[in-house]
């Protein structure tokens, strides 16, 4: 049995200069231990420590001030607290749905939050194993055979889907084609990943919501790399005719990119089914509550790119005694071995959202997924059917049918009418002069009733 | 712990009218018509009882930082205060990215306040804080540094030079960027070889990227002369803020003349990494890049309230190169780095860094193992030697340990690139020591043996590269 | 994992004088004079990464729900949900108990609601929160029994009758409450001998106090009849509430003739047990014992506000017997008895039921231990016959999983009294079988040898009885 | 590896009766699983595994409506909601100390919340080295040999304390004497322990908030079992004569029980010298944050009593291979051996308070807990000085030194001072006709600030 000691455990700052009288309250050190480690090192300060010529020597002070836990803990919350408390009816690329408390209380053990990317496999089989499953509901979301550990967020993973079109296609070509109703912050992103290529990103039109099959069709020709589109796409519209746009881009041996998510996957028609070559989008659907547009970049593809696949990727092999066992895997093709020919420069990923995504998704089952997938179609439907019957609102704009969220027209300017809602207690989008967004991922019903009340009552 | 589709598999039919064949699965009523839907999907149904057991197992399945000492070089695993969780779960923090600017007041202060944090930090005059990770920070710092040059007419500088001793992702970055990348030898002190340097600036140099401390610890001595010379050839100096922990307090990229820098905030701000991620790389610039950054930053309205309080707005920087991401970044991580420095202030990340010197100049002083180079500071590389330094890591794994990052760089010879962090009393640093120095005194043989006590025994990485199954489908194909 | 203590102890001096002397540790300045004020205080003074790690391994030394089966007999060991946790954790619950009715109606709505789903799920005319704990609400019923008889000029009865299979803390509840404890033999079938009990009954008992179904898992299939020759000798009849969820939804103790129970919000209720605790044992009773009820109650104020929400105020029961609990109960874990029962509802409190009695029966059917006694509902008891029932607890172990109840009770020779509970699947109970089957087949020596794969192996406890060393200052004694 | 099978997971509830159509959402099995488990134990229905006579057949509902976790979250929420937010300056017994972050982390994971009583000591050594650290946390503090791991709270714990004497005296005597200022809560809680015994509870009076010492010499024979007192008293006093009770109950051969807590014996005199027999009180001012009067029973005593302790023990033995280990011990002075001869009938405690309060004590460490002692008495202090300066009030009433909380005098009636307080935002205790208390615990700086101004506002 161990002796019990007494020992000075206070502990003044390691910090010598300016007015310093705290130290970190994460760093244990006793003035014992200094007192200690110093001679061992052989050193009278730990000043003497820093290698630093006095000309690049920061002498000042950040003039942060250090706090309690407690206070700091108030200064965030009195913060966030000039937040205004709405209900949300937006969308567009980032939802706000109910996640299961369960999804917090297991991804929040510290043995998953506070470890390290799996480079010691033997000692980080449970992580790995979660994402190996991850990577297998994307697998069977997509039909795809390959899906990455994750990519930053939908718009990056757009980008990375560019490149990898751009190393895997045989053509001289340089034209990545995307909708002309997308994201702006999707496309731009998506540019300044080509930025260091020959592509260039170019629009093609859009068709009621959907895709113009004519006006892509006009649009591609031998020189196109990639063609993306959406399903749903931006404003809620369900796409009805990927297939051809996948043999469009076959056609001319063009990637075929499409975006979208668990949810719509849950139900909407299989990308493999409609000729994709890669499915980018955004994951954390699942997994993550309303974030400020945190995300979890969706990133599956076919087998054939399997080398040229950006990110990590978990598989199977066998330890020392035969027994299954789970690693990364293909790292050579990743920036810490192959450095600037690397298939990415990607390395910190989004681990922990995958592990909360794949969670979620369990959570649900199959039958809950699908069921969470049929209510976007038939509580947006049914949300624009009642919006409509107000006076002023004429909804939804396009002729097709939706999920999750659909766009409406409102005769008064659509600014005033959002600004109105909000003074009522709900954000909406505006998406043009006269037209605002709705979207009904995650809002009770009885907010929507509430809402509605609302609308009619700005509306007129 | 077998898969969740070892467990069950549970497939759903989905039709706009019930076929009625049970024998399919359970079939589901589709609100819309066949040629919309997918025809069925198969995934576990399981049980919220059999779910947390599951991943309760996987979980102890894993080495945390709460579980011990995680030296992992230049990888900075640091304990994550418990309280910036709480502080991130704020029911007030869950707010939609297209809320208007009137109604996220808290938010954009937040941001605001956290862009000027790291601009003090790092010396900086200007913080975007959309990058989502330290890789993607870097490839921001290359964009801005392109935009930066084309927009002053120098769009042929065409190439960017790395020590060969940095970060992968300096070399990846700048590829993505579009850059031909120039590897930058060492000196025989492990330092930026000027001559070297001299030889390889030119009138094509966009920028030079660099690690200080290095990635052997090395304070690059000689970094006001490296930064003239870049300067003088027109090229603008990149600090990767990988090794910042070891410089809080004591110096600032911005003062020693660097241009544009990105901040790892899980390894300077102790925010946790998730096993893999999230991070979070905000990019600092001098003043003249700041027209550059992406869009949009936050700042503080010239015009306050009605009420006198400051108002926050967002603004597109005037030559920006527009978005590296679709909304703003990891919002949540950066609460928990605004959350954490708010904690330490001045006195409390000066603390930090010292003591992470400190560490990692103790646990050098107690290892068997030669290390070649110093003085080092938050980090250092021993070598092991006439071993193999991949086997070391295995057999350190058998002593309830985290092995150090090895084989890297290449300029030690079977590296063990070794960063305690400040978190680590002196006792752990002690234990820490003993399982070096046991492992030193091993042969061979026991080293490739290891790990013999961990869940698994030594991974097969070849077969799982050779025969990638990534799947539970894959799985199933075999069998 | 070495003790608090053995990692750190720090003494700190207090005095409202610094006597400059560092070699006694820190020193204080008290504002107090010395004579009120203690000279020193000595402890562990450790780091927070430090004591996230001490906890963390102490954890990993444990079994929990979430790591496998807990087949304990009438402990009730059930899958606790976590989203009870985050609503027992809105800071809308921390109030302090003094706080004014008007201020905290949310509170007293939510006992009004949980008294109310209490009453109709035991069929009880009015219930109290208080009781902490399952035995401190056989106490209060005790103590309800006796202010009822008191009241009633009947304060001569002075005897309890508890059948000799029951609960030790029916007993001890009972002595407690000053009464002579009657204990009753059970009959060849495992049930209330009616003889022994018409022999037991006089004018002097105060009551019988059962379990339905007993601790064999038996109904009670003669409680009418019981409860009639209770009654008749002016008797009251006390439900123990730890076997109530063999029967949500099926039978309630108020419709069999009970007058007064308790219920275990955490055998029924799915609130977690922590190591021992808390609990939480609410009291209900028939209508003619509603006044002797511990204070406050809550209730419905008979005029609404003003908008015409109802208004909740706390009350005094006309006769009651005060306080047994300084405040009003475990708050925290009535928030999240409440919660579980409005998630489950009607029907899934019912196939809670029919779920751990079909998976009792199950669990039963496959093992090749001897089940003397049936029909049996959520619970069995085995004999492991020649074998010694606590060395067969401790080989469990050795297959992960947790062993059930041992010898106990004693009519059935060294018992195993194993209740699956409902939150066990088919797949779990065949794993949790088989473990049994396969101990059953070892031999002696390998079962006293038991257990060999645990954290600690078979703990000596003669020695820690015979010498007790109950807190570090203990050990430090003896070194 | 193992094969993957495809089976039928719908979920449909075993309940027959009524309109039930759903089950458990924690119950697991699927009709498959029921299929088989059901012809395994060779009944059609469950319902046949009931043996329950129809005369006490329950065929009713008991008309409680299932929810979804979010609708349950939602409803506890908007329940709850209706508590109005307050500045509480309460106290008298429970305390609103910050709760540290890491508290929180830790003891909420699922090994320690979910685990059972450690009657399995080798598969529980984690709880049980917590347990016995939180004894000898409160060993140091007390200065008493024994303490046991937790009672339910400081009113249960005095009436265990009670019995305990009731026990271990050798006299014939049956009076209890208490203070005549005491929470009534207490002493009636204490009541109701004993009404199974002979003992009898009494007041001794009490002097400018003290023990009257005279009053007590007074009260005090032969025929006593036990004296109580409590420092801090409740109303905030703290007490200066302790050792001259202590004599007083020696003197008789009658208990000394002290009721404190760990804040308040981080500085006040320790308990042993001052002739204390046993301590009890509320631990839980450090670990639990205000939780509407939930507690933990601190129960401490001497060495002497050991096998007359309540409750539950954890003791240090050696397992097989020699090793230090814990165990519970001495069960047999407890219930579920001794039945009706047992020390008490507790059974479920507060284990997983006393966990969290041993995690709170270990982040303080010895430095702060002092600290926080210092402070509750300098906060106190200053705050009555301060609102001594208001006109029509004055504080403190009782010419002591004071901890934590203190009663000030108002010249209006307090009651009313306390409604006209409780609509600016503050709660505090009425506890004469013009007297009111407040206590600083807890409370951060800027709202005593606010909180003065307020009392300006309404007490003249």
């Known amino acids: 049995m161990r002796g019990i000691e007494r020992r000075d455990r206070s502990r003044p700052p390691l910090v010598m200069h300016g007015s310093h009288t705290t130290g970190s309250p994460y760093a244990p050190h006793t003035a014992e231990d200094r007192t200690a480690m110093l001679e061992a090192v052989d050193a009278e300060t730990v000043e003497e420590l820093f290698d630093i010529p006095a000309a690049v020597r920061f002498d000042g002070q950040f003039d942060i001030d250090a706090r309690t836990e407690r206070e700091t803990r108030r200064l965030v919350r009195s913060v966030l607290g000039q937040n205004d408390d ?86 001289s070509g340089h034209r990545v084609l995307v909708p002309e109703r997308m994201r702006e912050e999707r496309k731009s992103t998506l540019e300044n990943y080509v930025a260091g290529t020959d592509l260039v990103v170019e629009t093609y039109p859009v068709d009621d919501g959907n895709v113009d099959l004519a006006g892509l069709e006009a649009a591609v020709d031998e020189d196109v790399v990639m063609v993306y589109a959406e399903n749903p796409t931006v404003r809620g519209t369900i796409e009805e005719q990927l297939g ?136 947006a439907e049914a949300l624009a059917e009642r919006v409509d019957d107000i006076v002023g609102v004429q909804a939804p704009v396009h002729d097709r049918r939706h999920f999750r969220e659909f766009v409406a027209h409102v005769d008064q300017p659509a600014s005033a009418v959002a600004e109105d809602l909000e003074r009522l207690g709900f954000a909406v989008h505006v998406v043009g002069d006269h037209e605002i967004q709705l979207c009904v991922a995650g809002v009770p019903d009885e907010e929507l009733d509430r809402f509605v009340e609302a609308l009619e009552e700005v509306a007129r | 712990e077998p898969l969740l589709s070892e467990k069950d598999l549970t497939r759903i039919t989905i039709g706009s009218e019930d076929d009625g064949n049970g024998d399919d699965g359970e079939a589901t009523d589709s609100p819309l018509p066949d040629d919309l839907t997918r025809d069925a999907l198969e995934l576990p149904e399981l049980s919220e009882p059999e779910l947390a057991r599951h991943y309760t197992r996987l979980s102890q399945m894993i080495y945390g930082i709460d579980s011990g000492p995680y030296p992992l070089g230049s990888c900075t695993m640091k304990y994550n205060p418990k309280f910036t969780e709480d502080v991130a779960a704020l029911p007030s923090a869950a707010v939609h990215p297209d809320r208007s600017e009137a109604s996220v007041q808290g938010t954009l202060e937040l941001l605001y306040r956290l862009q000027d944090y790291l601009g003090r930090i790092g010396g900086m005059d200007a913080v975007t804080l959309q990058p989502p990770a330290g890789a993607a920070g870097e490839f921001v710092g290359i964009r801005v540094a392109a935009a930066y040059h084309e927009h002053n007419g120098e769009g042929h500088r065409d190439e960017v030079i790395v020590p060969e001793s940095a970060h992968g992702t300096n070399f990846a970055s700048a590829a993505l960027g579009g850059y031909n990348v120039v590897s930058l030898p060492s000196d025989d002190e492990g330092r930026v070889d000027l001559e070297a340097l001299e030889a390889a600036l030119s009138e094509n140099t966009a920028a030079l990227m660099l690690t200080n401390p290095n990635t052997l610890g090395l304070f690059e001595r000689d970094i006001a002369e490296i930064a003239d010379m870049v300067h003088d050839v027109g090229g603008l100096l990149y600090y990767d803020g990988a090794n910042l922990n070891a410089l809080l307090g004591r110096a600032r990229p911005g003062d020693m003349g660097f241009d544009v820098m990105h901040y790892n905030v899980h390894k300077t701000f102790a925010t946790p990494h998730g096993g893999g991620g999230p991070g979070a790389g905000p990019v600092g610039v001098v003043e003249k890049l ?29 030559h920006t190169i527009g978005k590296v991401h679709g909304f703003d970044g990891n919002w949540l991580v950066l609460i928990k780095t605004f959350a954490y420095i708010a904690r330490l202030g001045d006195d409390g990340l ?40 991949a086997d070391v890591a295995k057999r350190m794994l058998d002593y309830g340990v985290h092995p150090p990052t090895t084989k890297w760089p290449e300029i030690v010879p079977e590296a063990l690139m070794t960063e305690p962090t400040e978190v680590e009393s002196k006792d752990t640093l002690d234990r820490l020591a003993a399982a070096f120095n046991a492992v030193a005194d091993e042969d061979n043989d026991t080293l490739e043996a290891a790990p013999e006590r961990t869940t698994a025994r030594r991974i097969d990485q070849t077969s799982a590269a050779r025969n990638p199954r990534l799947s539970w489908q894959a799985l199933s194909d075999d069998s």
């Not at chain 1, 054939?304 to 978990?314: A, E, H, I, K, S």
Request: some cysteine; hydrophobic content about 40%.
């Open chain 2, 290 to 318: 700041a027209p550059f950054l992406p869009a949009p930053r936050v700042r503080e309205r010239s015009e306050p309230s009605q009420s006198g309080e400051p108002v926050y707005e967002r603004f597109d920087p005037e």
């Open chain 1, 244 to 379: 051809a746009i996948g043999d469009l881009a076959a056609d001319v041996g063009a990637f075929f990119a499409l975006g979208s998510d668990p949810i719509a996957l849950s139900l909407l028609e299989r990308p493999a089914d409609v000729g994709a070559d890669v499915v980018v989008g955004d994951a954390s659907v699942l997994g993550l509550p309303t974030s400020y547009g945190m995300g979890l970049g969706l990133f599956a593809t076919k087998e054939d790119y399997l080398r040229q696949v950006p990110g990590r990727l978990v598989g199977v092999s066998e330890d020392a005694t035969d027994r299954r066992a789970f690693t990364l895997t293909l790292q050579t093709r990743e920036q810490h071995i192959r450095r600037e020919r690397a298939t990415s420069n990607i390395c910190t990923n989004q681990a922990w959202v995958a592990l909360r995504t794949a969670i979620h998704a369990a959570v649900l089952g199959p039958s809950g997924m699908v069921n969470l997938a049929k209510r976007a179609v038939t509580r």
């Open chain 1, 86 to 171: 709405r209900t949300e009816l937006l969308g567009r690329g980032h939802y706000g749905y109910y996640i299961p408390s369960l999804v917090d209380h297991l991804a929040d053990r510290s043995e998953f939050l506070t470890s390290y990317t799996q480079y010691q496999p033997e000692i980080s089989q449970g992580f790995l194993q979660a994402l190996f499953e991850y990577q297998s509901l994307l697998v069977e979301l997509t039909g795809l055979e390959i899906a990455n550990c994750s990519i930053y967020d939908a718009a990056t993973a757009l980008g990375e889907a560019a490149t990898l079109a751009d190393r895997v296609r045989n053509t």
């Open chain 2, 350 to 389: 000066a603390d930090a860094s010292a003591s992470a010197v400190l560490n990692a100049n103790y646990l050098a002083e107690q290892l068997d193992y030669d290390i070649p180079y110093g003085p080092f500071h938050h980090e250092f590389v021993a070598s092991a030697g006439e071993q193999d330094a």
